[in-house]
C-alpha cells in the first residue's frame, strides 16, 4: 500500500478514545456558559447607569461648617524649686552658680546621634554575690550637633567646669539616675593631700545640699528604710595618699559622712611643723609619702571592698566611685587591672581631677605661702598632671626662646585617670578655677595651688581629638599600623628624652680673639643641637609616605605640626650655623661705634637648599592652622609661623668694661651691695 493510501486509511479510521475524539471536534465561539454571563454583565452595566442618574436628579444641598471650640486639658504644672527657678532679668555670670563655665548655658539637641562608646553589662548576680554573667547591650544616648555639657554622656571622655561645685551638681543627676534603676552606694573616694584642702572644704559645704536634694536626709528617719538593705542610698568615705584609709562605712547618716571628710583635715601634717624635728633622711621620706598618690590601687581596693553590696542579700545595690585629686597617679602601671576589674563589677568611676598639659607630662602648680609673716611671692611647684596621651604625641622642641615652652591646655584629663572613666562609663571632670577661652591667662591671675595653663580650649572643638583610651597592648598595634604613627611617636620620646638648647643671639667684640672664641662656643652648642633636630626630621620623613593613611583628626595634626616644627628648627640651626660662620671669617661693623653682633630672625636664607625646607615646613603649619582650627595643635603651628625661619645680622652697641685701667693696674672691684631684706623664704610643702 503506498503512503497516500495509508494516510486515507488513518483520516477516516474511528478514533480510539473518547479523548482523542475530542480533540478532532471543531471548537464552538460562545458556548452556554458563556452567554449567561454576557447577559449578567449587561444587566450590572445598566443598574449602574440608573443609579448615577437618580444622584446627578438629587437637588444640591448648602455646605455645613462644623465648629470646634477647644476646651483646655493640660495639667497644672507643679512649681519648680527655687534653686531651678528661672529670672526675666540679665544676669552678668552665666553657668550653674557661676562656677559651670561658659558651657552650661549651651542647649542640648534631642535628637539620637552616635552610640554608646561603652556596652552596658548587665548585673546578673548569686547570693553569694561572687559570680558574674555580663551581657553586650547597645544603648542609644542622646547626642546632638550642640551637644549640651550638662548632659552627661557616660564613656564620652573629659568635660571641663570651672569648680569642683559644678562637677558635683552634675554628678547629683547621675544618682538620682541611678536610684531610679535600683539602690545605690556612691564611695566618696578623696586624695588626702593638703593642695586639695580648700577644695574638700567647699564640695563639704556643698554635701548637705546634695544630699537633701536625694532625700536621704529624709529617708533616714523613714521607718519604712529601718533595715540596711532597704535603704535607697548608701555612702562611704574613703582617703588615699600612698594607701587608701577607710573613713565610715556605708551609711544614710549624713552627720556620719560629714565626719568622715572632716576627718581627712584632722589626719593631715603641718609640713612646715613637721620638718623642724626630722632630720634629712626623715624629711624625704615624708615628703615621698605625702606626694605619692596611688589612685589606682586604691580604685582597686574600695572596688573589691565594696564588691558585696552588689548581691542581693544587700539589696543587688549599683556601686558608684567617685574621686577627688589634683594629680595624675602614681601607680598608672596597674591601670589595665583596675579598668578590668571595674568593668568586670559594673562600676562607673568618675573622677573630678585637674586638666592635662597639652603633650607633656609635667604642669607647675602656684604655691604662696600660708603664713604671712614669710616671703609671699609665688613659687611654681612641678607636679605630674599628663599627658593626655598613653604615650607622648607631641615634640617638645624650642630653639632659642630663652625660657620653657608655655603650657596650655589639652582639651582633655591625663591618660590614665580618664581612660579609667572612659572604659567604666564613667566621665572624667577637668576642673580649673581659671579656665576661660579665647584669651591668655596670666601667671598673676591663677589661683592658688592651681596649675598655670596659658590657653583653655572650647570642649566642642577638642571633642573630635580625643585621645585613643585603649590599653597599651591596642595602642601599640595602633601605632605599629602606620608609619607616619609610628614616627609620631619616635621623634616625641626623642625630644623629650633630649630637651633642646637655647642658643646665643648676641656677640659683643671687645677684640677679635675674645670674639672668635665666643662665636666657636655658640657653634659648639649648635653643633650637639644640630645631630638631635636632624634625626628628629628623619623619623618623620620616613612616615611622610603613610601620611595620606591617617584618618583620625588627632593623629593628623600631631603629625603635621611635628614634621612642620622639626623642619623648621632644622632651617633655624642650619642657618646659624653658617651665619655665625661668616662672622668668624671677618665682618666690619657698618657704624664705628658698634661693637656688638646681633643674630635676629629673617626671611633670609643662607641657601637655597635651606629655602626649600623653610617652604615644606611652612606647608606642613599653615595646613594646621588651616584645617584644625581651635586647638592646641593649629595655636602652637600659628606661634612657630610667627617667628621668621631665617636669619640676618644686626648691629648694636653694649657698654665693655675695659680689663686695665689707664695706669695698666685691674680695675678695683665694685663694692657688693647687698639685697633688700624681706621677710624669709620657705621652700613649698609637697603638693
Not at 551609711?251 to 601634717?269: H, L, W
Not at 595655636?635 to 644686626?650: F, I, N
Request: contains cysteine; hydrophobic residues 40%; glycine residues 6%.
Amino acid at each position: 500500500m503506498s503512503t497516500v493510501e495509508q494516510l486515507a486509511d488513518a483520516a477516516v479510521a474511528e478514533p480510539e478514545t473518547e479523548a482523542e475524539a475530542e480533540i478532532g471536534r471543531p471548537v464552538a465561539l460562545v458556548d452556554g456558559e458563556s452567554a449567561a454571563w454576557a447577559v449578567s454583565l449587561v444587566v450590572h452595566l445598566a443598574m449602574f447607569g440608573v443609579l448615577a442618574a437618580v444622584t446627578l436628579s438629587l437637588p444640591k444641598s448648602d455646605s455645613v461648617d462644623v465648629a470646634l471650640e477647644p476646651f483646655d486639658v493640660t495639667q497644672p504644672e507643679p512649681l519648680l524649686p527655687k534653686e531651678f527657678v528661672s529670672s526675666d532679668v540679665a544676669q552678668k555670670e552665666i553657668g550653674a552658680m557661676a562656677v559651670g563655665g561658659t558651657g552650661e548655658a549651651l542647649s542640648g539637641a534631642p535628637e539620637l546621634g552616635e552610640e554608646s562608646h561603652v556596652a552596658v553589662e548587665a548585673d546578673l548576680l548569686a547570693d553569694a554575690g561572687d559570680r558574674l554573667a555580663s551581657v553586650n547591650v547597645s544603648l542609644e544616648i542622646p547626642k546632638g550637633p550642640e551637644f549640651s555639657e550638662s548632659m552627661l554622656v557616660q564613656g564620652a571622655g573629659s568635660v571641663g567646669t570651672t569648680g569642683a561645685e559644678g562637677a558635683i551638681d552634675r554628678l547629683t543627676h547621675e544618682i538620682l539616675a541611678s536610684l531610679d534603676q535600683r539602690p545605690t552606694l556612691v564611695v566618696w573616694l578623696f586624695d588626702q593631700s593638703g593642695s586639695l584642702k580648700a577644695e574638700r572644704a567647699n564640695v563639704l559645704k556643698r554635701f548637705h545640699k546634695i544630699y537633701e536634694e536625694l532625700g536621704v536626709i529624709e529617708a533616714a528617719d523613714n521607718p519604712a528604710f529601718r533595715r540596711h538593705k532597704d535603704k535607697p542610698l548608701l555612702t562611704a568615705v574613703v582617703g588615699f595618699e600612698d594607701v587608701p584609709h577607710l573613713l565610715t562605712e556605708p551609711t544614710d547618716k549624713f552627720s556620719d559622712i560629714e565626719a568622715g571628710v572632716k576627718a581627712i583635715e584632722k589626719d593631715e601634717v603641718d609640713w612646715y611643723k613637721a620638718i623642724e624635728k626630722l632630720n634629712d633622711q626623715q624629711r624625704d621620706e615624708l615628703r615621698r609619702r605625702l606626694s605619692t598618690e596611688n589612685v589606682f590601687h586604691a580604685v582597686g581596693m574600695v572596688a573589691e571592698k565594696f564588691r558585696p553590696y552588689r548581691s542581693a542579700s544587700q539589696g543587688k545595690r549599683r556601686v558608684m566611685i567617685v574621686v577627688f585629686t589634683d594629680e595624675a597617679g602614681d601607680d598608672v602601671n596597674v591601670i589595665d587591672e583596675t579598668v578590668d576589674l571595674c568593668r568586670k563589677l559594673a562600676m562607673p568611676v568618675y573622677v573630678v581631677g585637674r586638666p592635662a598639659p597639652f603633650g607633656r607630662q609635667t604642669a607647675y602648680v602656684k604655691s604662696v605661702d600660708p603664713d604671712p609673716r614669710y616671703d609671699q611671692r609665688p613659687q611654681w611647684v612641678p607636679v605630674t598632671l599628663g599627658p593626655e596621651s598613653l604615650m607622648p604625641e607631641a615634640l617638645k622642641l624650642r630653639f632659642a626662646n630663652g625660657d620653657e615652652e608655655e603650657v596650655i591646655d589639652s582639651g582633655f584629663g591625663p591618660y590614665g585617670l580618664t581612660r579609667l572613666c572612659y572604659e567604666t562609663g564613667g566621665v572624667y571632670f577637668a576642673v580649673h578655677p581659671n579656665r576661660v577661652v579665647g584669651r591668655r591667662v596670666t601667671g598673676a591671675e591663677t589661683n592658688n595651688l592651681s596649675a598655670h595653663f596659658t590657653e583653655f580650649f572650647d570642649g566642642e572643638a577638642m571633642r573630635p581629638y580625643q585621645p585613643d583610651y585603649i590599653s597599651a597592648q591596642e595602642y601599640m598595634k595602633l601605632v605599629e599600623s602606620n608609619r607616619a604613627r609610628r614616627a609620631l611617636v619616635q621623634a616625641a620620646q626623642l625630644s623629650w628624652t633630649s630637651p633642646m638648647q637655647d642658643v646665643r643671639l648676641r656677640f659683643p667684640k671687645r677684640d677679635e680673639a675674645e670674639l672668635a672664641q665666643s662665636l666657636s662656643l655658640a657653634q659648639r652648642t649648635a653643633a650637639l643641637l644640630q645631630p638631635k633636630v636632624d634625626a628628629i626630621c628623619q623619623v618623620l620623613l620616613a612616615g611622610e609616605e603613610d601620611r595620606p593613611g591617617l584618618k583620625e583628626p588627632r593623629w593628623k595634626a600631631g603629625y603635621d605640626l611635628a614634621l612642620g616644627r622639626a623642619l623648621a628648627v632644622k632651617v633655624r640651626t642650619d642657618g646659624y650655623n653658617v651665619m655665625l660662620a661668616a662672622v668668624k671669617q671677618g665682618m666690619p661693623f657698618k657704624k664705628e661705634k658698634n661693637n656688638t653682633w646681633i643674630l635676629k630672625p629673617d626671611d633670609h636664607f643662607s641657601s637655597s637648599a635651606l629655602e626649600k625646607i623653610a617652604q615644606k615646613a611652612k606647608k606642613y603649619l599653615n595646613g594646621v592652622v588651616t584645617d584644625h582650627p581651635g586647638t592646641p595643635w593649629a595655636m602652637e603651628a600659628k606661634r612657630e609661623l610667627e617667628t621668621p625661619l631665617g636669619w640676618r645680622w644686626d648691629e648694636g652697641f653694649t657698654p665693655i668694661q675695659p680689663r686695665q685701667n689707664g695706669n695698666g693696674k685691674a680695675r678695683p672691684p665694685r663694692p657688693k651691695t647687698e639685697p633688700p631684706k624681706g621677710p624669709p623664704r620657705r621652700d613649698p610643702p609637697p603638693l
